[in-house]
């Protein structure tokens, strides 16, 4: 025998109210929802029909409830639609004839009601939905009366008075439910989740009505000029977010049935901030924080967007990311990109301004498309050992993009680049390396050279045969001490004259110095997992250039004391090392200690010390 | 403790998590533990190094993260009081391994010995061994061993979940591994629906789901759901460019329907090859290789002798001009695919990397043009 399930209506809703909606509040955004589309299926029938929906708050007398009474002039509900919509759980009115699930958003929009548990959601905030409804279908249609209780049970009945065609909800409020209930409360909610629609929402409170939306969508205004419209818009979002925005940008694809405006923020957003975007949909408010819905580089403006076409997901507070989200995505990618591109030819001056503020999202638009990097490129601001300068002013300076795309590295290097009249980029920063290898594919006749120390140290000059002897002993020993330190030595003559040495590492050796640091205090299972990582040596991964240009290296090649020179080789490695902003590892500051200890001992011996 | 060191390390460290994962975000919390490290403060060198290994792990630059991982659990083992853990290593352990057992140079015996010690490490702060089995069966989906994993698989099954379990996402992704160790495709997919289906999701689920559903689909013959995926994969998947393993896929994929330019759109924006050894010596690169091999021969058998490439100045192959010869470039994927392939053999005592080179030389049978999603024409602006 099949028996059918017994559901636990009060259960269920508690379920949806606490997990699937955001809260209490969105029963008045059901009430609307319903209301509008009810009036939306009555203009199918009477085009004329404007619709209204009237909402009046009735505060409580001596120890009554507050309650609700919500009226819509649409189209109203017939005796079977009654039992079919209200009072089967899952089943909504815009779904066709036995369509099954799948089929349900391919039904075009006019009936979007989610009547099935739409109105239930009220049983979040009463213990009672009294719905009155008088069908416009058939003018001799009569006034039912239908009572849904949280229990799962409801009775209907026939009213001997008429009302006009359309419906009625009343509901009274639940104990520790009354801030849904006051005046500013419905206020603001209906003003919030149906401040778009078409058609006028009054709310009455105490003898005061107010139409909540009045002013209708403002980029759907028409005013005397562009400049009027933006500051409208700008205007709107003042009022809307609290902040002065940049620009406003307005938005519109008939293809996906979208429109709205886009606010330029005034401040750089966090990358990893979400996006929160403000999304109606049919008019109707579906988020405050929509996700998904603009191109991941365009975190530098938030929209407010109407759209006819997309998906929410059951909750309704978000949106299915399905195919329509996808092509709503790029339509609305593809405007930003002409307002940005608009700007250049239209306001370069503002453009300027824009790229200061948002310069990472124009990178890394700049990096996904060609025509867009050609435009911005020589715009964007980058440091280089000659000050922050746009890649227009470097390039018109010189004529090889020179660029470190590491911190450390870009340290080392710009003082001696700057010595020799090099200006070097640092690309260190987010996306700055991966925009100047492009340079040459993107822009005939643009070159670019990765600089490395050991690239400047190209440049350096060698010295004589005889320099060569001078230094020999200097070089071979210095060779000796530092081989432990994975660091060869090679003597040439560079500028600055005042650096004695320039420490110069290949792109992995911070890697390598890691992995040694790790293992030197590491337990044998660790020690032999980091030595089979790091693989069998391969040299040195470090370069030390003494600069025989310098007066401390020349006195220090003619010192024959073997002693005296291992100490100053060793204290000169610890010198260019922290010149370079490397940490020492345990070898390194030892032999610190050790060589500051020698060179105090030996610098009180010189004069004549250590008598007691 | 110095308060404005302090300050230093944390701006430096508040500005790494403020970036997106990548190259840039790990570069900071380096500089945050150097900073730290000189001026000696070992307490703040250990929390630097903490996000620092996060940073490493989630923007594929694992090698990073090896040192300071190992340098932290040390610095644990020496000094439990100073160095309070609250279980973020034994978590970060998980990761670790993770890691490391896609370096052939590190041998299997070792890898055991990691696992072992993880579990041991695991069960004395009172958790379960599942997370130990979850990588022993992923190091036998590496070793392509179907029999280990059938033994591993009830017994990681069987383990109580507990606070060091993986997220139900990613378990869901085990299992979609496991059958594809066992080359069943249909429970492979039925494993991966609701992650399909969009249930189940977390940092990295759906993205490497949609990547791995791929091949076995268009095994099935079902192109359309598998360029559905497709669509929805690339986009997450383009936002890295160190998602090699992702990026593999992907090419393979749009090589079996013959879409090329994407294809190779996608081999230069996540081309892993300008990288030091150990960066570049690792599973995602053997996948990259094999299927640039595929995407190159596939060019070359439609006639193609020559192709223009922005290719990073470091690869070995690499052409100043950017023109690149199509066979030449197909025999340097296979030979780095073989060379790469032989050294986990090797590793593993067995053939299942040339096994499955050989299975990837068949592709060719399987190509099957599908069209991509339509391209909009909705250029109109306002």
């Not at chain 2, 460019?241 to 990026?247: F, H, I, K, N, Y």
Request: aromatic residues 8%; proline residues 6%.
């Amino acid at each position: 025998v099949d028996y059918p399930f017994k559901i636990h209506l009060r259960g269920i809703i508690d379920l949806l109210s606490h997990h699937l909606y955001s809260g209490p509040q969105v029963f008045l955004r059901e009430l609307l929802q319903n209301g509008v589309d009810a009036i939306r299926a009555r203009q199918q029938l009477e085009p004329g029909h404007a619709g209204e929906i009237a909402v009046e708050v009735i505060e409580p007398r001596g120890r009554g409830r507050p309650a609700l009474a919500f009226v819509d002039d649409g189209i109203g509900l017939t005796d079977e639609e009654i039992h079919r919509f209200l009072s089967t759980i899952g089943e909504s009115s815009k779904r066709g004839d036995g369509a099954g699930a799948g089929a349900a958003w391919e039904r075009p929009v006019d009936f979007l009601g989610q009547f099935g548990i739409g109105l239930l959601s009220c049983f979040i905030v009463c213990d009672e939905i009294v719905v009155l409804t008088r069908s416009a279908r058939r003018p001799e249609a009569p006034t039912i009366e239908w009572r849904g209780r949280p229990d799962g049970t409801y009775s209907v009945k026939t009213l001997d008075q008429s009302i006009a065609p359309g419906t009625q909800v009343y509901l009274t409020c639940k104990t520790g439910h009354e801030e849904f209930f006051t005046p500013e409360h419905v206020r603001e909610s209906a003003a919030r989740y149906g401040g778009l629609l078409p058609c006028p929402v009054r709310v009455a409170a105490g003898g005061d009505t107010r139409t909540v939306n009045e002013e209708g969508a403002p980029w759907r205004r028409r005013f005397e000029s562009e400049r009027e419209r933006t500051e409208g818009l700008l205007e709107y979002g003042r009022n809307l977010f609290g902040i002065d925005f940049f620009d406003a940008v307005p938005l519109r694809s008939e293809s996906c049935r979208l429109d709205g405006v886009a606010f330029v923020l005034p401040f750089a957003p966090s990358p990893a901030a979400r996006q929160s975007h403000r999304v109606y949909l049919k008019d109707m408010l579906v988020s405050e924080n929509a996700e998904g819905l603009l191109p991941d580089w365009a975190f530098f403006v938030r929209c407010v967007v109407n759209t006819e076409a997309l998906r929410p997901t059951a909750s309704r507070d978000a949106f299915v990311d399905d195919e329509a989200l996808g092509d709503a995505r790029e339509a609305l990618g593809e405007q930003l990109r002409a307002y940005l591109l608009g700007l250049s030819s239209g306001d370069p001056r503002r453009l300027r301004r824009l790229i200061a503020l948002h310069s990472l999202t124009i990178k890394a638009l700049a990096l996904h498309d060609d025509e867009f990097y050609r435009l911005f490129v020589d715009w964007l601001d980058f440091e280089t050992s000659h000050g922050t300068m746009t890649l227009g002013e470097y390039r018109r300076r010189n004529d090889v993009v020179r660029f470190v795309p590491d911190l450390d590295r870009f340290r080392q290097i710009a003082r001696v680049a700057l010595a020799q009249g090099v200006c070097v980029i640092n690309a260190a920063y987010t996306y700055d390396a991966e925009l100047l290898a492009r340079l040459p594919s993107v822009i005939e006749g643009a070159r670019i050279e990765l600089v490395e120390p050991s690239v400047l140290a190209q440049g350096f000059e060698d010295p004589t045969l005889d320099e060569r002897d001078e230094a020999f002993e200097l070089v071979r020993l210095a060779d000796e001490v530092l081989a432990p330190y994975q660091c060869a030595v090679e003597l040439k003559k560079f500028f600055p004259e005042g650096l004695p040495a320039l420490y110069s590492t290949d792109p992995d050796a911070g890697l390598y110095r890691s992995l040694d640091e790790a293992k030197e205090v590491s337990n044998p299972l660790w020690s032999s997992v980091l030595e089979h990582l790091a693989g069998p040596s391969a040299g040195p991964h470090a370069r030390l250039f003494l600069n025989y240009l310098n007066p401390m290296i020349r006195r220090m090649a003619r010192v024959r004391d073997p002693a005296l020179l291992r100490r100053t080789v060793e204290m000169l490695y610890i010198q260019s090392l922290l010149l370079g902003h490397q940490p020492l590892n345990t070898r390194e500051l030892t032999l610190l200690n050790e060589g500051l200890i020698g060179l105090i001992e030996w610098g009180l011996a010189a004069q004549g010390g250590g008598h007691d | 403790m110095d308060g404005e060191l302090e300050g230093q390390v944390r701006e430096l460290l508040r500005r790494s998590e403020g970036l997106e994962w990548g190259p840039t975000r790990v570069m900071l919390a380096e500089e945050a533990v150097r900073l730290a490290d000189r001026h000696g403060d070992a307490k703040l060198g250990y929390e630097a190094r903490q996000v620092l290994i996060q940073a490493a792990v989630f923007s594929d630059l694992d090698e990073r993260a090896v040192g300071p991982f190992t340098w932290c659990l040390a610095a644990q083992d020496r000094d439990p009081k100073r160095f309070p853990d609250g279980h973020t290593l034994l978590w970060q352990y998980k990761w670790i391994i993770g890691s490391a057992d896609e370096w052939p140079q590190i041998p299997l015996e070792r890898l055991h010995a990691m696992i072992d010690d993880m579990e041991a490490r695991h069960r004395q702060a009172g958790f379960s061994a599942r997370s130990a089995y979850r990588y022993r069966l992923g190091l036998a989906g590496l070793m392509h061993d179907a029999a280990l994993g059938r033994t591993l698989f009830p017994k990681w099954r069987s383990a109580p979940r507990d606070a060091m379990a993986d997220c139900p996402a990613c378990e869901r992704n085990v299992e979609v591994r496991y059958w594809n160790l066992l080359g069943d495709d249909g429970r492979l997919l039925e494993a991966a629906a609701p992650i399909l289906g969009g249930a189940l999701r977390c940092t990295v689920v759906p993205r490497i789901t949609y990547a791995e559903v791929l091949l076995p689909l268009v095994r099935l013959g079902r192109l359309d759901e598998a360029m559905a995926y497709h669509e929805k994969g690339h986009r997450l998947s383009a936002r890295n460019t160190r998602w090699v393993e992702d990026a593999a896929r992907h090419i393979r994929f749009l090589t079996l329907t013959d879409h090329p330019v994407r294809a190779v759109h996608m081999l230069e924006s996540h081309f892993p090859f300008p990288h030091d050894p150990i960066a570049a010596d690792r599973y995602p690169h053997f996948e990259f290789a094999l299927a640039a091999r595929f995407l190159f021969e596939r060019l070359g058998a439609a006639g193609r002798e020559t192709i223009k490439l922005r290719l990073h100045p470091s690869f070995p192959a690499h052409q100043e001009a950017g023109r690149y010869d199509v066979a030449l470039l197909e025999s340097w994927f296979e030979a780095e695919a073989r060379r790469l392939g032989g050294l986990f053999d090797a590793r593993h005592g067995n053939d299942g990397f040339r096994r499955w080179i050989d299975a990837n030389l068949a592709l060719k049978e399987l190509v099957r043009p599908f069209p991509l999603k339509p391209a909009r024409s909705d250029r109109s602006s306002t």
